[in-house]
């Protein structure tokens, strides 16, 4: 589900709870100057955010170097979100994307 519905910036949690899938639409319209500044195009920033406690705990970090030893993989970055917040997603770049023709 959507955190944060906003007309440039998009935020979605993970299905787990743990990470947030955050797309920025970066017009430029900051850029201002008194100068004559060309501005660059529109670009689609994208961010995963950690939610884990931080610092680890020494359980936590008992774990992550248990299974680093085992040659196992630690996951990181994955966000995994559902049918209808991946629509959402598509929404919005398309909406962002007709906006700049």
């Known amino acids: 589900m959507p955190v944060i519905p906003d007309d440039k910036n998009l935020l979605i949690r993970c299905e787990c709870h743990y990470h947030v899938l955050e797309i ?26 950690n939610q884990t406690p931080s610092p680890y705990s020494f359980w936590n ?4 170097i248990w299974t680093l030893l085992r040659g196992k993989r630690i996951d990181g970055g994955d966000v995994i979100i ?6 959402t ?13």
């Open 61 to 64: 970090r008992l774990q992550l």
């Open 82 to 87: 559902n049918l209808s917040d991946a629509k």
């Open 24 to 49: 920025e639409y970066d017009d430029y319209d900051w850029l201002l100057s008194e100068k004559e500044v060309e501005r660059p195009k529109p670009t689609f920033n994208v961010s995963v955010w």
């Open 89 to 101: 997603v598509v929404d919005f770049l398309n909406k962002k994307l007709g906006e700049t023709k």
